[in-house]
């Protein structure tokens, strides 16, 4: 286990020496969000329904976007071969690669959301729910994403087909979440919602990692 | 102990060698010559468990050394043709992550600098150190995770003659605590009393024939 916090532990030091690729998530997430006003026109109650799906769309393109890298740059330097001879389990070595993209990406993004929401006037009861939906959300992603990832190493073109992989995965998570924000909204039961949110991610906690992990062997035979 | 029996390894569907059988006791250091693509690379993959043996078995201590790849690769350290270290850390910050990553104290990476000659360079960043300096801290690993079978690709190549002797007195003190050595190289190495395992070219049918 000291050999999977040691590669987490790499990877966080790296993205905080890397902080513009978080910083870019962060940016784009934000412009993402403000263009809509801009889109649809400044009516605050319209913009106050479409807000929690406007919010979590643009969350999910944003935390995409340092998945192509996630993988990609240590299979090109060599240091994926290395991850596959720590003696870790493979499933594990894609573990922390997810837990990585998580804390690096999805956490700021978390961080930043109810901001998103400001910007488009969502309800202020409806800020906390959106942040715990979207912390599963999220998580859920960023396993997801990195097990697209990994079945997309080597793979020409690999950046392009991996949104085309991910996304579609993604649309029941993302159905749960925004009807939490909605249900928070409109004052009704929102913990339904953000059990079946849960109920996902910890499906996909040992699921993804697991796909990911013979993908990942099989890309460095 | 590593034993290879009979082992052959495809890729792509073309057989890249066959029957490779030898058995490395400890202490012992196997040198494999060849010309590009006789499959010297394909072959230390295979030893490391990262590529699949077409045919043939590899044992380590007389068991299945792929049975549970992950415990064979917890007694390896291969150093390919790239150097797989992360240029925005400085040397001393990439050595300690390699330590905790293989186990051991990051306090060792000092020693492990020392052994390379790199311990003036300690505070650099890699993005700033020459393809030679980048080996060097490549091989610091070596001393570093010291796990007992050395798999070792070009080891030499881009080293200065000071890189050179570094690394000679590295494998000497390996092979003197009973580790294994397997080398590809076309440069002389500094592996005194090596045995040799040299791939021969493909006979021209064969590579026809795929």
């Known amino acids: 286990m000291s050999i999977f916090w040691g590669m987490l532990r790499r990877d966080l030091a790296l993205a905080r020496r890397n902080a513009g690729d978080t910083l870019a998530a962060v940016a784009f997430f934000l412009l993402a969000v403000g263009l809509f006003p ?12 479409i807000a929690p799906g406007v919010v979590w769309v643009a969350a999910l393109l944003a935390a995409l976007l340092p998945l192509d890298r996630l993988l990609g740059a240590d299979y090109e330097d ?11 389990d493979p499933a594990l070595v894609a573990g922390a690669k997810a837990a990585a993209h998580w804390l690096s990406t999805g956490v700021p993004l978390l961080i930043a959301s109810p901001l998103a929401a400001i910007m488009l006037n969502l309800p202020l009861e409806g800020l906390g729910v959106l942040v715990a939906a979207l912390a599963l959300g999220s998580l859920i992603l960023s396993l997801l994403g990195t097990a697209g990832a990994a079945l997309t190493l080597g793979a020409r073109r690999g950046g392009v087909l991996l949104p085309l992989l991910v996304l579609p995965l993604a649309i029941p998570a ?9 249900a928070a909204a409109s ?3 929102v913990r339904p919602h953000l059990a079946m949110l849960a109920a996902m991610a910890a499906a996909a906690l040992p699921l993804c990692p697991l796909a990911a992990g013979a993908a990942l062997r099989a890309a460095t035979e | 102990m590593l034993q290879a029996d009979a082992l052959a390894a495809e890729r792509g569907g073309r057989s890249v060698f066959a029957g490779v059988s030898f058995t490395l006791t400890p202490g012992m250091a196997l040198t494999l010559t060849g010309p590009n693509g006789a499959g010297k690379t394909t072959l230390l993959r295979v030893l490391a468990g990262l590529g699949r043996a077409a045919a043939g078995r590899l044992l380590w201590s007389g068991e299945d050394a792929m049975a549970d790849r992950s415990a064979h690769a917890a007694r390896l350290s291969l150093v390919g043709h790239q150097d797989a270290i992360k240029t925005a850390f400085t040397v001393e910050q990439a050595l300690a992550h390699e330590g905790r990553i293989a186990g051991v104290d990051p306090a060792h990476a000092g020693a492990a600098m020392v052994a390379m000659g790199l311990a003036h360079l300690a505070a650099a960043p890699i993005r700033i150190l020459s393809a030679g300096q980048r080996r060097r801290v490549a091989l610091a690993r070596l001393p570093l995770a010291r796990r007992p079978l050395w798999l070792l690709d ?3 190549v881009a080293l200065d003659h000071a890189g050179v002797a570094a690394l000679g007195a590295v494998m000497a003190a ?4 009973g580790g294994i050595i397997v080398a590809s190289s076309h440069l002389p190495l500094p592996l005194p009393n090596a045995a040799q395992l040299r791939f021969n070219v493909r006979p021209r049918e064969d590579v026809d024939a795929a």
């Open chain 1, 174 to 182: 993302l159905i749960f979440g925004v009807a939490a924000v909605e």
């Open chain 1, 187 to 189: 004052d009704m039961a």
């Open chain 1, 38 to 49: 801009f889109g649809v026109g400044p009516a605050p109650e319209l913009l106050a329904r």
């Open chain 2, 174 to 177: 390996h092979r003197a605590a």
């Open chain 1, 78 to 88: 060599g240091t994926l071969d290395q991850a596959m001879l720590s003696g870790l």
């Open chain 2, 154 to 156: 070009e080891p030499t």
